[in-house]
């Protein structure tokens, strides 16, 4: 079981916890759900199905989901509201998530080169908190300069890396481009050639940055592109995973198959065999958002359609015309309808990334 390589079993994990769990995720063929959460609400229902499926669990804020958890009335110019929301995020989660009895790795999503101030606020809040505690804030964090030139891109993350090492922070990083478009950030019209990572670009990173501190992922382009698209649209290559693993052992002499950890982006819509495949090469997280979007709004949708002639008016329905709808119409009744069918489908992403029963 997973929580035999941990020293904190429940709650946010850091540091070399977080090592521990993905060595071990490598190790057994699984990988993590990393679910977009953008209120309390859907932070429960994510959650509630990692403890009912007895499994680890990545919660993270994109910066435009942080700043909608800071609320939207919150200017944002210099990034404040996207800094506020990701802090109180995080200090909610931290004080919910040992309710729910699983290990939750606590992470934020892409931060692109416009969006660095964000990380840098968010960095603070880490330095500071481990100044009081002993630990980041946040268990790891996201830096996404796919967009700019390689070299640039491998130099700035390996600053960011040094800033994180002493406090045992991870960090994910990207290089080769997610297509589609996500909070704002439009790649549909890239070139396909820039979908797909090249190997000697994987080691290039692995080499500057395993000099700086363990604690690192990669997501390489596959072919990911966020959102769900038409059948035969999108051309994953999970393979190609398989060659930059051996492509690193043999540079470096490695023992193991598969030095690097890897991740998927852009993960609704695949298949299982996608899945399967790509963890079978070593990604160890897979990014969850757009199919989790809509299975929160398909509880709702269908609650206000069957309950319609229950919510036109606070007293009168089809029971008389005198009846109350006051619980009918109590937001926490339908807004627990959206974390229902949230719930079910995160679940459905535990067992397909074999993530299901590691605890």
């Keep these: 079981m997973a929580t035999s390589v941990l020293s904190r079993k429940s709650g946010v994990i850091v540091g070399d916890d977080v090592l521990k769990l993905f060595n071990y995720a490598q190790e057994k063929k699984f990988a993590i759900p990393a679910i977009n959460v953008t ?9 509630e199905a990692a403890r009912d499926a007895k499994a680890p669990l990545i919660l993270q804020m994109s910066q435009g989901g942080a700043a909608y958890f800071a609320g939207k009335g919150v200017a944002n110019d210099k990034q404040q509201a996207s800094i506020a929301g990701a802090v109180s995020a995080a200090q909610y989660i931290r004080s919910i998530a040992p309710s729910y009895g699983i290990p939750v790795v606590l992470h934020t999503d892409h931060c692109a080169k416009k969006l660095l101030p964000w990380l840098d606020g968010m960095m603070d809040a ?9 630990e980041p804030l946040f268990s790891s964090h996201m830096i996404d300069l796919s967009e700019e030139e390689k070299d640039w891109n491998i130099a700035t993350t390996a600053q960011y890396l040094k800033r994180a090492a002493p406090m045992k922070q991870w960090l994910e990083m990207e290089i080769g481009i997610t297509g ?6 439009n790649n549909e019209d890239v070139d396909n050639n820039s979908l797909y990572t090249q190997p000697e670009d994987i080691y290039e990173i692995y080499h500057t940055l395993s ?3 363990p604690y690192f992922s990669i997501a390489a382009g596959f072919g990911n592109v966020h959102g769900v698209y038409k059948p035969g649209n999108v051309k994953l290559h999970p393979e190609l995973l398989g060659k930059h693993q051996k492509y690193v052992k043999d540079k470096i002499n490695a023992k193991e198959d598969k030095p690097v950890f890897l991740v998927f ?6 298949s299982k065999k ?3 495949d790509a963890i079978g090469y070593g990604v160890i997280k897979v990014n969850l958002d757009t199919d989790l979007q809509y299975a929160y709004l398909m509880g709702i949708r269908d609650y206000v359609l069957n309950k319609k002639d229950y919510i036109m008016s606070q007293v009168g329905n089809p029971d008389g015309e005198d009846k109350p709808n006051k619980k009918y119409f109590d937001p926490r009744v339908w807004v627990r309808e959206g974390e229902k069918t949230m719930s079910q489908r995160v679940k459905e992403g535990l067992t397909d990334f074999n993530t299901a029963n590691q605890l």
């Design 39 to 47: 209120s309390s609400s859907t932070v429960v229902a994510s959650l």
């Design 126 to 134: 880490d330095e500071a908190y481990f100044k009081q505690h002993g």
């Design 180 to 185: 589609g478009e996500e909070d704002g950030v």
């Design 211 to 213: 000099q700086i501190s």
């Design 265 to 270: 982006h852009g993960g609704s819509g695949s």
């Design 274 to 276: 996608e899945y399967t």
